[in-house]
């Protein structure tokens, strides 16, 4: 079975510092993963996603993730934080290219300190 | 374009009654998702439905039900409710065509169960 799990339900940074969210999956298949961040009283919005095209991927806000297979991680990284990256963010796997069917981690409350 | 739509915003509702919610997806995504956020649980796929089908299925007690219907709107049934089907739900839908493939959200219904 496909699973994912966030390591580190609260990760605090200052406003420039870099951000590195953790995410190790578990797949018996190529994995299809996904990065999606939560506001407050809001849905999910997709940050990126990998599906086997490159291992570096590039997503919106200036945040990218980097697949590894040998480590099977693919943890969320942006070199400046920003106040208005406070938010919950999601690692999430699914079992087609669709993306439908997600598996989400736990999540990671982000926040942003002047 | 029209984001995803759900219906209502907010319900309150007793135990041992059923409830009814309501998504209406993106202009021509024919691709519904249903999930399910609590505090404990964190996010879990309950289904996904396509061109009136459901086609994947998570692992939810038979109480949840949902249907699709030809112009892809989606409803989801809770019957006879708990005190644990408290939460927020939302649906993603999501367009397989173009190779798009990106699930977008609804702000999601809070159920509250009383």
């Known amino acids: 079975a496909q699973s994912v799990t966030q390591l580190g339900s609260h990760v605090s940074v200052s406003e420039g510092a870099l951000v590195l969210l953790r995410c190790n999956y578990s797949?018996?298949?190529?994995?299809?993963l996904f990065w999606y961040v939560q506001y407050p009283n809001q849905g999910l919005q997709l940050l990126l996603k990998?599906?086997?095209?490159?291992?570096l991927v590039k997503g919106i806000n200036g945040f990218e993730a980097e697949f590894k297979k040998s480590e099977t991680s693919f943890h969320l990284t942006k070199p400046s934080a920003h106040m208005s990256d406070a938010a919950e963010y999601f690692c999430?796997?699914?079992?087609?290219?669709?993306?439908?069917?997600?598996?989400f981690g736990k999540g990671t409350t982000l926040s942003v300190s002047s | 374009k029209a984001g995803v739509t759900q219906t209502p915003r907010y319900l309150i509702k007793t135990r041992g009654q059923q409830v009814t919610l309501s998504c209406s997806p993106i202009s021509g995504h024919r691709s519904v998702s249903w999930y399910q956020q609590t505090p404990g649980q964190g996010l879990q796929f309950l289904f996904e439905?396509?061109?009136?089908?459901?086609?994947n299925k998570g692992n939810f007690p038979g109480r949840f039900s949902g249907r699709q219907f030809s112009n892809s709107r989606s409803e989801m049934n809770v019957s006879t409710l708990e005190l644990g089907d408290s939460a927020l739900y939302l649906c993603?839908?999501?367009?397989?065509?173009?190779?798009?493939?990106?699930?977008?959200f609804g702000a999601g219904t809070r159920l509250s169960v009383l």
């Open positions: 797949s018996s298949v190529p994995p299809y």
């Open positions: 990998y599906t086997s095209a490159a291992t």
């Open positions: 439905y396509f061109s009136e089908t459901q086609r």
């Open positions: 993603a839908s999501s367009s397989t065509s173009g190779g798009k493939n990106i699930q977008y």
């Open positions: 999430a796997v699914s079992a087609n290219q669709a993306g439908t069917a997600l598996i």
